[in-house]
């Protein structure tokens, strides 16, 4: 089975760093994905990790640690549109991709 | 078209009807993909079709739920006599191999059938 951790509600103001942990546990790791849903939305793709290590994408970065079961997704440069809700989610070789619950991140002026 | 188009956007019902959800997915997808949110929580897995087949229903939540996918194209998840607790958002998304086979394994999703059992 597989199991994600991550926390349920961020604040941050507005040009400021956040950083959104996700924990995960699976057996046959086969990647790590960001997705972001505004509300009402449907999600979309932020990032994709396989691999360790920190992938860098304009203001948002993800990173990997397989070896603890643990990434993050970095928003830089914070702007009142990024209020949203950030998913994480793994998957197993050959199946479906398993969210997170999500974290909501609050973005303040 | 150009992206996951899903029907109907809004449904309301009725305790103990049946309810016939439908998606169509992007063209040349092979992999498409129900999921179900609940206001204010995550996606919840139910059910993926890899072409016409269904590798994995184990996330469906009772044998009320059923899905079907036709041609490798359009899919529809059916629920038998509705009860309250299955009031959500449906959304389909699909990809173009199963996730994690890609350099990315996007999934593309739909804007999703919110439905309500009264």
């Known amino acids: 089975g597989q199991n994600i951790d991550q926390p349920t509600e961020m604040t941050a103001t507005e040009g400021a760093i956040v950083q959104i942990n996700c924990t995960y546990q699976?057996?046959?790791?086969?990647?790590l994905f960001w997705y972001q849903q505004h509300a009402g939305e449907a999600p979309t793709f932020l990032s994709y990790?396989?691999?360790?290590g920190l992938e860098e994408k304009g203001r948002f970065s993800s990173f990997l640690s397989r070896s603890k079961g643990y990434s993050y997704l970095l928003l830089k440069e914070l702007q009142m549109k990024d209020s949203a809700s950030y998913l994480c989610?793994?998957?197993?070789?050959?199946?479906?991709?398993?969210f997170g619950k999500g974290t909501t991140l609050s973005v303040s002026s | 078209g150009a992206g996951v188009s899903q029907s109907p956007s809004n449904k309301v019902t009725e305790k103990g009807k049946d309810v016939e959800l439908r998606c169509d997915p992007i063209?040349?997808?092979?992999?498409l993909y129900w999921y179900r949110q609940s206001l204010g929580q995550g996606l919840e897995f139910l059910i993926y079709?890899?072409?016409?087949?269904?590798?994995?229903k184990s996330g469906l939540p009772s044998d009320r739920f059923s899905a079907e996918r036709t041609g490798g194209s359009v899919s529809t998840l059916t629920i038998q006599r509705t009860q309250q607790e299955d009031s959500a958002v449906y959304l389909c998304?699909?990809?173009?191999?199963?996730?994690?086979?890609?350099?990315?394994?996007?999934?593309?999703f739909g804007e999703g059938s919110r439905l309500t059992v009264l």
């Open positions: 998304a699909s990809s173009l191999g199963l996730a994690g086979a890609l350099d990315t394994g996007e999934l593309f």
């Open positions: 699976t057996s046959g790791f086969n990647g």
């Open positions: 990790n396989v691999l360790d």
């Open positions: 989610a793994t998957n197993q070789a050959g199946t479906a991709l398993i």
């Open positions: 063209s040349g997808h092979t992999a």
């Open positions: 079709f890899q072409g016409n087949s269904a590798p994995d």
